[in-house]
Antibody, heavy 121, light 107 residues
Framework: EVHLLESGGGLIQPGGSLRLSCIAS????????MTWVRQAPGRGLEWVSS????????YYADSVKGRFTISRDDSRDTLYLQMNSLRAEDTAVYYC??????????????WGQGVLVTVSS | EIMLTQSAGTLSLSPGERASLSCRAS???????LAWYQQKPGQAPRLLIY???SRATGIPDRFSGSGSGTDFTLTISRLEPEDFAVYYC????????FGQGTRLEIK
């Protein structure tokens, strides 16, 4: 059974940094592209970032480009999201998600339960 | 960036009725790289349909997807009580974008 467990969320002041982690199990992590999606309170889904297998390529939404960095450690079956220069508008539940295929251009077939990031002074 | 517009913010229907949810793209979605997700309160989204019309694993056959180019539809043939939720379309052919969602509520 596929399982994605996020951690690292919490309350952070504007301008601060946070690193989210997602430990994957139940599938061969290195064989799939991975994605972060966020959802602000009461709002819709917003794609944040995706990473290819072997970390060859990374992709970012314009809203986070230059501030967030996605990475993966296939030896630890773990996906990361380093978030710097955080803003109030980054407040959201962040979901770790598995792409259905090896490529980034694939739908998301499994989602974690999400971790809440609150940016506030 | 391809924008996706889900025309109905909220759809009010009764169990047993047929639901048709619309998703329109600002430009053609390549290779029908269009998916639909269902999200219930307090839960993560669940993949229903990918490739515009392929059902994901374990999804009941009352859910179907259709469309190509810029116009796509998710149809639920006969609504069950557990189908009342928020539905999102997503395109993954050119970067990734989501529609704003359609809330399907019990009438």
């Amino acid at each position: 059974e596929v399982h994605l467990l996020e951690s690292g969320g919490g309350l952070i002041q504007p301008g601060g940094s946070l690193r989210l982690s997602c430990i994957a199990s139940g599938f061969t992590f290195s064989n799939y592209a991975m994605t972060w999606v966020r959802q602000a309170p009461g709002r819709g889904l917003e794609w944040v970032s995706s990473i290819s297998t072997n970390a060859d390529s990374t992709y970012y939404a314009d809203s986070v480009k230059g501030r967030f960095t996605i990475s993966r450690d296939d030896s630890r079956d773990t996906l990361y999201l380093q978030m710097n220069s955080l803003r109030a508008e980054d407040t959201a539940v962040y979901y770790c998600a598995k792409n259905r295929l090896v490529v980034v251009t694939a739908p998301i077939d499994y989602w974690g339960q999400g971790v809440l990031v609150t940016v506030s002074s | 960036e391809i924008m996706l517009t889900q025309s109905a913010g909220t759809l009010s229907l009764s169990p047993g009725e047929r639901a048709s949810l619309s998703c329109r793209a600002s430009q053609s979605v390549s290779s029908s790289y269009l998916a639909w997700y269902q999200q219930k309160p307090g839960q993560a989204p669940r993949l229903l349909i990918y490739g515009a019309s392929s059902r994901a694993t374990g999804i009941p056959d009352r859910f179907s997807g259709s469309g190509s180019g810029t116009d796509f539809t998710l149809t639920i043939s006969r609504l069950e009580p557990e189908d009342f939720a928020v539905y999102y379309c997503q395109q993954y052919g050119s970067s990734i974008t989501f529609g704003q969602g359609t809330r399907l509520e019990i009438k």
